[in-house]
């Protein structure tokens, strides 16, 4: 009996120098956990009298089971340059938190990347670049040459390789990706 005493006041002085004890290691890893984003708007804004073309997708329900509602506004003009804007929500919050923000802030950690299908005759520009001179793509230029119709895939990359040679070469954490189908008229 005399033992499990003395066990007993062994195990609960243990524990309680373990729970007054200064150390560092207690402190809980700050964690950069990645944004919820369930709205991406483009804004296709032409350099001439045409008319403005929004790009959205929309997934309210995050990974959920229901699909992205993904629309666009009208037909791209052949011949045309349009100054383009994307801008990234969280509208599971209320307000909307725009991630957009965030990813201009930590901009030498993310990356824009613009791809043309083989279909569709237009090409991309970066207009926005980080602090060392090396592309964001929040903001950027696209030009269109002939009629033809196809997809223009637009992906945010969480700490890419910058600088890199595109997409293939970037590597990263893909944030958000979506296709939108599109035709030059």
Same mark, same amino acid.
């Given at each position: /009996?005399?033992?499990?005493?003395?066990?007993?006041?062994?195990?609960?002085a243990a524990i309680s120098f373990a729970s007054c004890s200064d150390n560092d290691?207690?402190?809980?890893?700050?964690? &950069?956990?990645?944004?919820?984003?369930?709205? /991406?708007?483009v804004t296709l804004t032409p350099t001439d009298d045409s008319e403005t073309i929004? =790009?959205?997708?929309?997934? =309210?329900?995050?990974?959920?089971?229901?699909?992205?509602?993904?629309?666009?506004?009208?037909?791209?003009?052949?011949?045309?340059?349009? &100054?383009?804007?994307?801008?990234?929500? &969280?509208?599971?919050?209320?307000?909307?938190?725009?991630?957009?923000?965030?990813?201009? *802030?930590?901009?030498?950690?993310?990356?824009?990347?613009?791809?043309?299908?083989?279909?569709?005759?237009?090409?991309?520009?970066?207009?926005?670049?980080?602090?060392?001179? &090396?592309?964001?793509?929040?903001?950027?230029?696209?030009?269109?040459?002939?009629?033809?119709?196809?997809?223009i895939t637009f992906t945010l990359r969480h700490e890419p390789t910058k600088p890199?040679?595109?997409? *293939?070469?970037?590597?990263?954490?893909?944030?958000?990706?979506?296709?939108?189908?599109?035709?030059?008229?």
């Amino acid at each position: /009996m005399k033992t499990i005493k003395t066990l007993s006041l062994a195990v609960v002085a243990a524990i309680s120098f373990a729970s007054c004890s200064d150390n560092d290691d207690d402190t809980p890893e700050i964690v &950069n956990e990645e944004e919820v984003i369930t709205t /991406m708007t483009v804004t296709l804004t032409p350099t001439d009298d045409s008319e403005t073309i929004t =790009l959205q997708s929309r997934d =309210l329900d995050g990974d959920g089971s229901d699909a992205p509602v993904i629309t666009v506004s009208g037909n791209l003009v052949t011949g045309t340059t349009y &100054n383009g804007a994307i801008v990234l929500l &969280n509208e599971t919050e209320s307000p909307a938190e725009d991630i957009t923000e965030e990813v201009a *802030e930590e901009s030498d950690e993310h990356q824009f990347f613009y791809t043309i299908s083989s279909g569709l005759d237009a090409t991309t520009e970066y207009t926005s670049f980080d602090e060392d001179g &090396n592309p964001l793509g929040t903001t950027f230029t696209l030009t269109t040459g002939a009629a033809s119709s196809g997809a223009i895939t637009f992906t945010l990359r969480h700490e890419p390789t910058k600088p890199n040679d595109g997409i *293939e070469s970037a590597g990263g954490e893909t944030d958000i990706l979506v296709s939108f189908d599109v035709s030059v008229e």
